[in-house]
């Protein structure tokens, strides 16, 4: 039997993946799926949005799905409510994306649960804009 990692070792591991899809990716300046996605960009990470209702985040195309970005993602960040987090959580399994990460808001105990039950590494009540690092190159910029 393994051991299971804990939060803070996958959310260690997580913010060294340089690749990200934020599920959730906003044009909207005042949500956080635009907040996320500007402050990893910034950070230095390569990051895609996906929202089959949207078109672009901050000049960048925004995919329907995860299964429609141009590469696979290491770290799915979710700004949706669990409901929706529950059909990308699937679709991250299927794909072999190792990490799947719940803003807070995003997480409900169910969600986690059929997460982890996929056997996505689950990171949950924390902030990807707080634990990010910032690569070479990217700019530091303030989580909130």
Known sequence: MTQQRSMREMIDDAVNRKVWAIVGASENTEKFGNRI?????????????????AESVDGDP????????????????????????RRVASEAAELGIPFFWLQPG????????????????????ACAMVEKKVWPGGAHVPAH
């Open 37 to 53: 996605y500007r402050n990893l960009k910034q950070a230095g990470y390569t990051v895609y949005g996906v929202n089959p209702n």
């Open 62 to 85: 925004v995919y329907p799905t995860l299964s429609d970005l141009p590469e696979k993602p290491d770290v799915v960040d979710v700004v949706v409510p669990s409901w929706v987090g």
């Open 106 to 125: 995003a997480e409900s105990d169910e969600l986690i649960e059929h997460a982890n039950g996929l056997g996505l590494n689950v990171i949950h009540h």
